[in-house]
């Protein structure tokens, strides 16, 4: 369960912690497809109080994530009160990339520690690939090899934790069968919409906390507007969004919103002083459409050649 502290400006601020012992706040600034990473960061973090921040490699504003976060730090905010996850690419899933993809990305942050790295997606992507990608383009991992790098990472106090995204429970026993350093988080599409059950609870079994990526539903789903959400909102007097931040956090989720208007930004993380009562929190839990916002598809499938020919296959069969 989340845990309660009270930040040097006397704002209340959950954070979980992780099987490591560190802390990874609840809430963090999403940053995929972000049109200005850069105010937007300054912005969560200065005015709003975020202290966690979610990039990628991949989504091609690391340089303007890290301008936002250095001009927080100017402004006397400690890099040591921070909590900033990066993801490594499909391109760079094997042993001799891993390394330099971390040192790249570490250098477009201008940080020299990650809280967080993160395997972006289980798959490896040729360089240059396409979407959907072309026969050969798209292959399994040196699993074991790429994970060795990865803690290697952790024992030279280049990232803090380190963990995987959108995975399946039979991934993640695979995983499991081969780490010496423990993933610390799994990062997965999740909100009332895709509730991601049997991940949540492989998880919570082995420990593992997870992080819920398009918590309002991304850019394609919109949950703001779903009867049972502002059925919720309007009762608590409480907006949609932060209705759903609310629920991913209540479930014992980190959680990662994406916002391009400050507004939004700090409405997004006033949720810390209330709660969804039992009820409410249920009837969110009880929608009965579910559906991935994020298959895959088009980044992994390619149906005639494979060796993913279906979203199913993606997610090993499972529901
Ligand atoms: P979100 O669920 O965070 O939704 C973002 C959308 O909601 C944007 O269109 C945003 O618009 C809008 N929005 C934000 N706040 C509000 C609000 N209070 N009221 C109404 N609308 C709002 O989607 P994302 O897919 O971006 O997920 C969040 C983050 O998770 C990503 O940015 C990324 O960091 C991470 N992620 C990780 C993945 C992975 O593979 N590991 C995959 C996908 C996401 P606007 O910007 O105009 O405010
Ligand atoms: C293409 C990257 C998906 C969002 O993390």
Not at 16 to 44: C, E, M, Q, Y
Not at 123 to 140: C, H, I
Request: glycine share 6%; with cysteine.
């Amino acid at each position: 369960m989340a845990q309660m502290t009270i930040d040097p400006q006397g704002e209340k601020i959950e954070s979980f912690v992780l099987l490591s012992g560190h802390k990874i706040p609840a809430i963090g600034l999403g940053t995929w497809r972000a049109h200005n990473a850069r105010d937007s960061v300054f912005t969560a973090i200065l005015e709003a109080g975020y202290r966690h921040v979610d990039t990628a490699a991949e989504y091609g504003v690391q340089d303007e994530v890290g301008h936002g976060i250095k001009a927080a730090i100017h402004t006397g905010v400690e890099r040591s009160t921070l909590f900033i996850t990066s993801k490594l690419w499909c391109c760079d899933l094997s042993t001799e990339r891993v390394r330099p993809a971390l040192m790249k990305t570490l250098n477009e942050l201008q940080l020299d520690y990650l809280d967080l790295y993160l395997i972006h997606w289980p798959f490896r992507l040729k360089d240059g690939a396409s979407r959907p990608p072309k026969a050969g383009e798209v292959s399994d991992f040196d699993w074991e090899g790429v994970w060795i790098e990865m803690e290697k990472l952790v024992k030279d106090k280049l990232v803090r934790d380190i963990g995987v995204c959108n995975f399946t429970v039979k991934k993640l026993n695979k995983l499991l069968d081969i780490a010496e350093i423990m993933p610390s988080v799994c990062q997965m599409e999740m909100h009332p919409g895709w509730r991601n059950e049997k991940m949540l609870e492989a998880c919570k079994k082995n420990n593992i906390h997870v992080t819920a990526y398009s918590p309002l539903g991304s850019r394609e789903v919109d949950l703001i507007h779903h009867p049972v959400v502002e059925r919720v909102a309007g009762k608590l007097n409480k907006t949609a969004g932060q209705v759903l931040v609310r629920w991913a956090i209540q479930r014992g989720t980190s959680t990662i919103p994406k916002s391009d208007h400050s507004e939004r930004i700090k409405e997004n993380i006033k949720v810390f002083s209330w709660e969804i009562p039992e009820k409410d929190f249920q009837a969110i839990c009880d929608i009965p459409d579910q559906m991935r916002v994020l298959d895959g598809e088009e980044l992994f499938v390619n149906k005639s050649d494979g060796p993913y020919k279906s979203v199913a296959d993606i997610w090993d069969h499972e529901i």
